[in-house]
């Protein structure tokens, strides 16, 4: 079965770093870009950072440029978000999402995790 | 950045009535826009894609239509389970990509 399923949110202070994971499964994980979308609670969806196939190339939103990095580990068909110097308004649902079938758009998502961050 | 705005922010229909929902690029996008359909406490749904094709899976009342700046998202036939938020997203400068701020169809 093709799926993603994300891990390691949780409750983190203020200025403080968390690791997201995604694991893939069901398909060729390395030929595919993968992104990582959020949503803060009753808001909309934001695009947060992308990254290549081969891991060569990442790219950030502006509201998280510096702060967060994005990796993978084709061996482990795993994506990784990791956040430093978190504040209050990257509480949100983290998604790992890709296209399977157009670069782009997503059509396959996981079941996001849940990112608090409050004191 | 492109900046995508959706309207309206609220719509209320009966089941069996026709939805259109509109979204709005900052400059063009082509034909790169897609639609998604997230109910509560699930993930998004792609159902459009390119403007205007159907995703895998995804029934024919719904259907899309635009080009450049302008597009629209059409239900001909409103079923119980359509009632949902819709976002559309472009893909125009991609992998740099945004989301408009979506659209609630609600039962009138």
């Known amino acids: 079965e093709v799926q993603l399923v994300e891990s390691g949110g949780g409750l983190v202070q203020p200025g403080g770093s968390l690791r997201l994971s995604c694991a893939a499964s069901?398909?060729?994980?390395?030929?595919?870009?993968m992104s990582w979308v959020r949503q803060a609670p009753g808001k909309g969806l934001e695009w947060v950072s992308a990254i290549s196939g081969s891991g060569g190339s990442t790219y950030y939103a502006d509201s998280v440029k510096g702060r967060f990095t994005i990796s993978r580990d084709n061996s482990k068909n795993t994506l990784y978000l990791q956040m430093n110097s978190l504040r209050a308004e990257d509480t949100a649902v983290y998604y790992c999402?890709?296209?399977?079938?157009?670069?782009?758009?997503?059509?396959?998502w996981g079941r996001g995790t849940l990112v608090t961050v409050s004191s | 950045e492109i900046v995508l705005t959706q309207s309206p922010a609220t719509l209320s229909l009966s089941p069996g009535e026709r939805a259109t929902l509109s979204c709005r690029a900052s400059q063009s996008v082509s034909s790169y826009l897609a639609w998604y359909q997230q109910k509560p406490g699930q993930a998004p749904r792609l159902l459009i894609y390119?403007?205007?094709n159907r995703a895998t899976g995804i029934p024919a009342r719904f259907s899309g239509s635009g080009s450049g700046t302008d597009f629209t998202l059409t239900i001909s036939s409103l079923e119980p389970e359509d009632f949902a938020v819709y976002y559309c997203?472009?893909?125009?400068?991609?992998?740099?990509?945004?989301f408009g701020q979506g659209t609630r169809l609600e039962i009138k």
């Open positions: 997203q472009q893909r125009s400068n991609w992998p740099l990509l945004t």
């Open positions: 999402a890709m296209g399977t079938d157009h670069a782009g758009y997503f059509d396959l």
């Open positions: 390119d403007a205007s």
């Open positions: 069901g398909f060729t994980f390395s030929s595919y870009a």
